[in-house]
Nanobody, 119 residues
Framework: QVQLVESGGGLVQPGGSLRLSCAAS????????MGWYRQAPGKSRELVAR???????NYADSVKGRFTISRDNAKNTVYLQMNSLKPEDTAVYYC?????????????WGQGTQVTVSS
């Protein structure tokens, strides 16, 4: 069964922290680079952090130095530690492989988790 389940979002004040988790089915997780994406209202979905199965990591400039991606290959789980959050980090956050998993010729996405940064 193909599955992506994100969790850990919420409302946080500027400067605060959150840790997101994503449980993925093996068909998506195994041997693939995994990424965290986000989509803010009125904007396109963007990749903000990426980690390969071997542990190589890349970040978007907008989150570099504040976000940390990690993965637990034994649990098929990927994490995103978000520190020093800013209002512009407000978005729905999704995890997926990079490139995104395709099913029936369409990119497959989970439900995402809402992150709201506001005072």
């Amino acid at each position: 069964q193909v599955q992506l389940v994100e969790s850990g979002g919420g409302l946080v004040q500027p400067g605060g922290s959150l840790r997101l988790s994503c449980a993925a089915s093996g068909s998506i997780f195994s041997a693939n680079a995994m990424g965290w994406y986000r989509q803010a209202p009125g904007k396109s979905r963007e990749l903000v952090a990426r980690i390969t199965s071997g542990g190589s990591i890349n970040y978007a400039d907008s989150v570099k130095g504040r976000f940390t991606i990690s993965r637990d290959n034994a649990k098929n789980t990927v994490y995103l530690q978000m520190n020093s959050l800013k209002p512009e980090d407000t978005a729905v956050y999704y995890c997926n492989s990079d490139p995104p998993y395709v099913r029936n010729w369409r990119a497959y996405w989970g439900q995402g988790t809402q992150v709201t940064v506001s005072s």
